[in-house]
DNA sequence: GCGAGTTATGCAATCGTTTGCAAAGACGAT
DNA sequence: ATCGTCTTTGCAAACGATTGCATAACTCGC
């Protein structure tokens, strides 16, 4: 068994000293030796299937090329395809990307942090920042370039990638004023985070765009987001103001959470009240109903963090860029104009759903599902 | 500023030689020192917050202490979970897991592998393979212990952690049957994957014990396991057998194929034809109708296999265990009774169904969606 | 045809650990 | 007191590359 053939082997193959090898097989100092030489090398290399041998490499040059990828919740879907995006372009780039989940908590990202650390990572694209996030002065007292991406911090230079959150919340807003909508609240995110704020923000300045007085924009904030914190927050907007006709979600899992608590309450949506949510999370087409939402370019989110971080690894100069991705809204079956007082046409339908509303709740099953129809 | 205390640094600070300082810091070799000096020794360390570089230790010791994992999609939603599962335990154990996506393409497993190998991984899990998988030879010739998850392959001692497939697709058909239902087909997985071909078998298998000949347990399989493929399968499986009563999916993304397939024909799902689809994955309690499905332990699955994993690397002889999880059946939306013959309630919503069906489809929006009905 | 300048290659140190081996000291048995 | 055995520590050679410096070879102008 031949084991694996190491820079030396090269070497003696073909008669010259290892170092030279090591030069011609690095573009940056090929051109240190002549051509003749350096194409007996390359074909030595590849007859003994050499290949390089990067911890080696990296102890010499502490360059591991490796990148951290610090996320929230892998599970969570609109992360898988940020992190696809993220990897494809750091594997062509010849980096190895490795991924953490921090389920939100400063600590796991705190030892994650340092784990990579340890193994000298190149840099770091993190999607876990808090709007004040004690972790990024550690970051940059490890002195490792990072780049933020979908969630960024307050103040500080890091370069980032995220949405135009205000202006996706404003389509949303739009679309249902457009539907006829003014009894519209907003269930946000946590605030600690910058998504969180920047949609709370971008609703409060939407509705006032609108005409609608502050007075008539109810705000509800989730602990987190997820589907639960949804629920929670939805019941909390629900209880304060009964009449409202639409709920702009600052996130899909709160959307669903929205449809959960709507359902407990016996109403339908988008008949008595609509709902849209914010990512477009894979899937979101399939829920019941279809869940219109503001899409947000995932891949692409990912793709453009990691050509901002390679960009900021070659040069470490560079001023701080924040590259600003549009999202767009995209309609489906979760809005509708607000229910009108019962006339001709369409008025037994919703009787039919104003009649199963103030008595017992449904079993809570899945939201709105056809099922208990047919059991 | 102050760079990075080396295990040099210690030994001055700490009056002795560097072997020394490896040797308390091994947990392995700590017994040959003095408990004094290991004391001072460590004392020194933690003042200079002393951290091991695991790439020089790495380059000595030929080990890594990183794990390859290779799976299909991130994207995929049953992924996740499972990848959560195996980091979980490679962290606690002190190893980081780096994983790549393979798309499924063979050649790109292939490099992923060999920049596996190039990273000198101690280990691997793949959740990638194909019934007979060239991959596997390379990954013995390279001498790594790995682990099979979820798939397996035909012939060969590898451990791995897989599902009771067969006795899975048997809950699902038999929950068909009890309901009712004897015209049951089945939407295979593609037959070079180990779960498409233990799915179908089970299928059979099940269709005979229940009494029901071969010739009506009809079989149609889908190139690969996503949505689409699951449509086009199902267009196949309706065209020969247009009275099927009920489909069983290999999955949950064929199920949805079949969701979108029954939309297209105007039957609605499950009045009309049931569906039960494989893995549970997540939000599937979601959809319209929310699904019928076979439910896997995801992250236990990855959790194991990390277990079988590290259990291989420790004792390199072990001889390869094979662990199978016991699947359990989720009754949802999507499967009900077979359809009456018209009789007095119901019989209208019945018609309904029925008249949509052969002129042309409805435009095909997300499947069975209420939304149409507002708009 | 010789010295200066240029280029291509070799030499050896280095990156931060681990580990086989040797040496020194401690201890007990004879 | 001497010798052998054990324990504890130090020494130095790896591991597989990269790279500053030295040196040999070659070019070129005069």
Redesign the interface.
Known sequence: MPKHAGIHDVARAAGVHPSTVSRVLNARTRHLVTAAVAARVAAAARRLGY??????A??RTRR?RAIGVLIP???N?VF??I??GI?SVL?DAGY??????TDNEPARARAAL??F????VDGLVLATALRRDALIARVKALGLPAVLVNRTIEAGAIPAVVNDDAGGIALAVNHLVALGHAAIGHVAGPQRLSTGAARRAGYLAAMKASGIPARGAPVAAARSYDIAAGAQAARALLDARPHLTAIVAANDLLA?GCYDELARRGLQC??DVSVVGFNDM??A??????LTTVHIPHRLLGVEAARLLLEAIERSGAPAREVRLAPRLVV??ST?GPRQKPVAPGAR?AQRGRRSSPGQPPPR???????Q???
């Open positions: 290949t390089p041998d990067p911890v080696a990296g102890l591991s919740d892998l599970a879907p898988p395809p992190v696809r990897e594997t190895t990307a490795v991924v953490a989940n340092e784990r650390a340890a193994r000298r669903l988008p008949r894979p899937f087409d399939r829920f019941s109903p279809p489906r079956g509708a339908l099953t899945a939201a709105g599902a056809p099922r129809r047919y059991r």
